[in-house]
């Protein structure tokens, strides 16, 4: 498969301030990524920077095939940091993923609204296109923001904590939604989340992300006990059941 992302020996951060050192990973074309590590560990922080948003302070940062065009990115932001900046319909926001192919002046045109229909088609939230964003459920509203990041027709779809602050339910059903898109839609996926029973179930590559620590590998190479242990401090289990991985901690170390 093609290389579409590559980190190579890359140092991370803002300003002067290094957030993570010599990070080297590679994303290739149509796998299923999670990027899991506690919250302020760098997550973001290699996200923006995979965006474009921020420029690596040492090493390479490699997007798109060597000599190609950069792919297209879908990004589907943290949930909370928007809801209270979106007064629109379900339609009008899902729009807004038009507006940098349309430019400052063009208004949509049918194209536009075709995209639109076909990306709450894909979410299966058509019925809701009226809707005011703001009186939708915590798993509609992340509907409508993975159609919004569909509606471009990306290569690449990142999700932000896709199920953050989502009842059981709705987390699965989220889930179930981004492993459907990867799979019929043929879209290279990275999920970033600290919720690690979410990641471990559903990507096929994981990369732990911490200060002074950066691991990428499958599922069951970096979900052990001793390397979530050491990261979280705490005495973590990792078992399968039903074929399902189940992620227990059971207290501090010195205090079980």
Same mark, same amino acid.
């Given at each position: 498969?093609?290389?579409?992302?590559e980190f190579?020996?890359?140092? $991370?951060?803002?300003g002067?301030?290094?957030? @993570? &050192?010599d990070?080297? #990973?590679?994303?290739?074309a /149509?796998e299923?990524?999670?990027?899991?590590?506690?919250?302020g560990a760098?997550?973001?922080?290699?996200?923006?920077?995979?965006?474009?948003?921020?420029?690596?302070?040492?090493g390479?940062?490699?997007?798109?095939?060597?000599?190609?065009?950069?792919?297209?990115?879908?990004?589907?932001?943290?949930?909370?940091?928007?809801?209270?900046?979106?007064?629109?319909?379900v339609?009008?926001?899902?729009m807004?993923?038009?507006?940098?192919?349309?430019?400052?002046?063009r208004?949509?045109?049918?194209?536009?609204?075709s995209?639109?229909?076909?990306s $709450?088609?894909?979410v299966?939230?058509?019925? @809701? &296109?009226?809707r005011? #964003?703001?009186?939708?459920s /915590?798993?509609?509203k992340q509907?409508?923001?993975?159609?919004?990041?569909?509606v471009?027709?990306?290569e690449?779809?990142?999700?932000?904590?896709?199920?953050?602050?989502?009842?059981?339910?709705?987390?699965?059903?989220?889930l179930e939604?981004?492993?459907?898109?990867?799979?019929?839609?043929?879209l290279?996926v990275?999920?970033?989340s600290?919720?690690?029973?979410?990641?471990?179930?559903?990507?096929?590559?994981?990369?732990?992300?911490?200060?002074?620590?950066?691991?990428?590998?499958?599922v069951?190479?970096?979900?052990?006990?001793?390397? $979530?242990?050491?990261?979280?401090?705490?005495?973590? &289990?990792?078992?399968?059941?039903n074929?399902?991985?189940?992620?227990?901690?059971r207290?501090?170390h010195?205090?079980s």
């Amino acid at each position: 498969m093609n290389t579409v992302i590559e980190f190579r020996n890359a140092t $991370l951060g803002y300003g002067r301030k290094a957030v @993570l &050192r010599d990070v080297s #990973f590679s994303l290739a074309a /149509g796998e299923y990524v999670g990027l899991v590590g506690p919250n302020g560990a760098g997550k973001t922080t290699i996200v923006r920077t995979i965006l474009g948003t921020l420029q690596p302070l040492a090493g390479e940062v490699i997007v798109g095939a060597a000599g190609g065009e950069a792919p297209r990115f879908g990004y589907v932001p943290q949930r909370d940091r928007i809801d209270s900046l979106l007064p629109y319909t379900v339609e009008e926001v899902v729009m807004m993923g038009r507006y940098r192919k349309l430019g400052a002046t063009r208004r949509p045109g049918q194209e536009d609204r075709s995209a639109v229909s076909e990306s $709450l088609r894909h979410v299966d939230i058509e019925s @809701l &296109r009226k809707r005011a #964003f703001n009186d939708l459920s /915590g798993g509609q509203k992340q509907r409508v923001l993975i159609a919004r990041a569909l509606v471009s027709r990306p290569e690449i779809l990142i999700l932000d904590e896709p199920t953050n602050g989502m009842d059981l339910s709705s987390r699965i059903s989220i889930l179930e939604l981004i492993s459907r898109l990867h799979d019929e839609e043929r879209l290279t996926v990275m999920m970033v989340s600290h919720l690690l029973d979410d990641v471990a179930n559903y990507v096929k590559r994981i990369a732990i992300v911490e200060q002074n620590f950066f691991q990428v590998g499958t599922v069951a190479e970096v979900l052990t006990g001793e390397n $979530l242990s050491a990261l979280y401090r705490m005495d973590v &289990r990792v078992n399968t059941v039903n074929g399902s991985t189940v992620i227990l901690a059971r207290g501090l170390h010195g205090n079980s």
